[in-house]
Nanobody, 121 residues
Framework: QVQLVESGGGLVQAGGSLRLSCAAS????????MGWYRQAPGKQRELVAT???????NYADSVKGRFTISRDNAKNTVYLQMNSLKPEDTDVYSC???????????????WGQGTQVTVSS
């Protein structure tokens, strides 16, 4: 089993900052990638940012220059520093981990339950 513990969401005024964190634990041999996605009610989930094991990152165009994803490999934790937040960033942010468990060669992925980010104007 894998557990993802997300934290850092909340309410902030436009222009403010928040930092999300997501810690993965459990039957994990190797993490290939971690990332953050967001979803508003009635809309499809969209990628916010991802980081792979080698450190390469990928961002949605809408957050480039404002958000920074980073990872602590020793703690199996990914962070999302969100600056210059806008009301349109309001969403439920969910953590995703792509991993290989002990005794297997198959890649798997797992989702966190999500944390609400609300940006007021």
């Amino acid at each position: 089993q894998v557990q993802l513990v997300e934290s850092g969401g909340g309410l902030v005024q436009a222009g403010g900052s928040l930092r999300l964190s997501c810690a993965a634990s459990g039957n994990i041999f190797k993490i290939n990638a971690m990332g953050w996605y967001r979803q508003a009610p009635g809309k499809q989930r969209e990628l916010v940012a991802t980081i792979i094991s080698g450190g390469s990152t990928n961002y949605a165009d809408s957050v480039k220059g404002r958000f920074t994803i980073s990872r602590d490999n020793a703690k199996n934790t990914v962070y999302l520093q969100m600056n210059s937040l806008k009301p349109e960033d309001t969403d439920v942010y969910s953590c995703n981990v792509q991993y290989v468990q002990y005794g297997s060669t198959w890649g798997r992925d797992y989702w966190g339950q999500g944390t609400q980010v609300t940006v007021s104007s």
